[in-house]
Nanobody, 124 residues
Framework: QVQLVESGGGLVQAGGSLRLSCAAS????????MGWFRQVPGKEREFVAA????????DYEDSVKGRFTISRDNANNRLYLQMNNLKAEDTAVYYC?????????????????WGQGTQVNVSS
């Protein structure tokens, strides 16, 4: 089993920055690709960014390209999401996700491990 815990959310003004962190514990050696997703009330959870094990391959949802950067520190079992130039529409609960096999994916169903989420609020 793998446990994921997010941190770093908060309230920020539009144009500001936040850095989300995800700490992994348990059988972390089994983790392969990891990702960030977000969800607002009444809507489905949506893909934000994903990273391969090495971090050399990444994928971003179009609306965050050029503003968000996903990175991972495998030595310390951490995944990060640097969010710059935040917009009001980025307001959501952000979730860290991990999978133990397969390539990076944008599908919620492909990730068996999830954190509890961290709230990001961007004021306009």
């Amino acid at each position: 089993q793998v446990q994921l815990v997010e941190s770093g959310g908060g309230l920020v003004q539009a144009g500001g920055s936040l850095r989300l962190s995800c700490a992994a514990s348990g059988r972390t050696s089994s983790l392969y690709s990891m990702g960030w997703f977000r969800q607002v009330p009444g809507k489905e959870r949506e893909f934000v960014a994903a990273s391969s094990w090495t971090g050399y391959t990444t994928d971003y949802e179009d609306s965050v390209k050029g503003r968000f950067t996903i990175s991972r520190d495998n030595a310390n079992n951490r995944l990060y999401l640097q969010m710059n130039n935040l917009k009001a529409e980025d307001t959501a609960v952000y979730y860290c996700a991990g999978r133990t096999q397969g390539w990076i994916s944008r599908s919620v169903r492909e990730y068996p491990y999830w954190g509890q989420g961290t709230q990001v609020n961007v004021s306009s």
